[in-house]
């Protein structure tokens, strides 16, 4: 793989060089420099405080295992609304939260108009909430596209124009790298991600990240990482990341191989299986280490991931309410019966979770592909949920123009 392109920074610097066997170089976002080129992707109501947590601490075994050091992977927020968190609501507040030991501290933020954007960015700055800022235009969800966001927003190029370099500027004041997620286009016909990639580019951007998949299909059918491949090819001075179907540390390992991408942006594939960070920080430091956990190895790691949620939520019972959704995802091919699992799925309790678990057997043994693969739901393909005559054209409407101007003096108090 020694033909993968070095990674550099906006002022052209390289990024440090890869250490004997490793697979890639460290990762530069910025001023940051990433030793496992892997990022956790925002999972909405998944990537908390509590589940980043468990993750770096499984990628900094992997670092252990690889014979590595220096920052871990970049572990980022769930998705926080820009207005949400300008009017300060309790759960965006809460949603920013940080471990003191993460670092760097990575905030996924979304936003449909600039100013709202440009003022949410300007509180995490000038309030030392936040050492990295995400920008959200991969999101495909009806609710969010239909407001013209998420992955709908790139089709308008001066709106996405206008909020990358409001939230640029307002890093800059710190020295917060700002990086873009997106998706290739609303569909096969709306493909948009080229010309984003080159206005987040000259924006001022650290890094672009791009799912190999259109809004249309949702996570659906496959990736298409020759997408990814383009990007890199398109987008030559910041580094390059790429998204989907990364189950493995080995699918990690070809990504980089077809792409020549930088790093790998990591999300359903490490649901219920953190340890996941392990595998591919040994792998990209050159090591075929690989985590196969007993499943009293994963109970082990279940009962964690609640105990840290009761941190997070200072609350049990709601703890044990999100814990549920998981279950599936850790027990995926291990031998328990359909009476356990929906018991689990029903636990209220850390003192239920406890004796659940204890009727399981704890020397069973990693269950190998009835384990892998694919985890969370693929869904299928579909009409994108768009603002009224979005498609029309690349540039905003008059209507849509008020609309923003209205938002903008909403924020200034105009």
Known sequence: MTDVMTP???AGEAAPAATAGAVLPPLRIGRHVIESPVVLAPMAGITNRAFRRLCREYGNEGRAIGGASGATSLYVSEMITSRALVERTPESMRLIEHDPDENPRSIQLYSVDPATARAAARMLVTEDRADHIDLNFGCPVPKVTRKGGGSALPWKRDLFKAIVGAVVEEGAKRDIPVTVKMRKGIDDEHLTFLDAGLTAEAEGVA?????????????SGTADWSAIRLLKQTVTSIPVLGNGDIWSAEDALRMVRETGC???????????????????AAAFAGTSARVTPTLGEVSETLRTHTAYLCDFYGEEERACRDIRKHIAWYLKGFPAGSTIRNSLALVDSMAALDALLATLDPDASWPGEAAEGQRGRAGSSRTVALPDRWLESRELSEEHRRTIAEAELSVSGG
């Open 262 to 280: 930088d790093g790998v942006v990591v999300g359903r594939g490490c649901l219920g299986r953190p340890w996941l960070f392990t595998d591919l």
């Open 207 to 219: 890094a672009v990240a791009l799912h190999g998949r259109t809004a249309a299909q949702a996570y």
């Open 8 to 10: 550099v920074t906006q």
